[in-house]
């Protein structure tokens, strides 16, 4: 862990080891899918501990609290060091895992029988 006081948001996310490289960080920032303290984030914004980060990774979302402050990229147990994740993250995360379980997956096409009742159903609902 780093004393620095200086760490951007894009090189704290990778040193935490949420995204792979930086600058798929940077990309992530810029498309809206990080958010500090409630506002939308900036690959630039300096990090301080106790700020809340929000950031989407592929279907989940997770709210953690910035603990420590690190600009060098360590291994898993380190980087988690730097991080809390919030209860209510945690519950919001599992409660979703579960719904998308539950759902029903098709790897295959309709037929044309399950064509037809979609076209109907569409029809009915339009």
């Not at 809206?32 to 929000?54: D, P, Q, S, T, Y």
Request: aromatic content about 4%; some cysteine.
């Amino acid at each position: 862990m780093s004393t620095d006081k200086n760490i951007r948001l894009d090189k704290w996310l990778w040193a935490a080891r949420f995204y792979k490289t930086r600058s798929i960080a940077k990309k992530a920032i810029d498309g809206g899918k990080v958010h500090c303290n409630g506002v939308r984030g900036k690959a630039n914004r300096l990090v301080v501990i106790g700020m809340e980060i929000r950031l989407m990774q592929g279907h989940q979302q997770k709210t953690v609290l910035v603990k420590a402050l690190s600009a060098n990229r360590g291994p898993a147990p380190v980087a988690q060091t730097l991080y809390e994740e919030t209860q209510e993250s945690i519950e919001k995360r599992e409660a979703l895992q579960l719904q998308r379980k539950s759902m029903p997956v098709s790897n295959t096409k309709p037929d044309k029988k399950q064509r037809r009742q979609i076209h109907k159903f569409r029809r009915e609902h339009e």
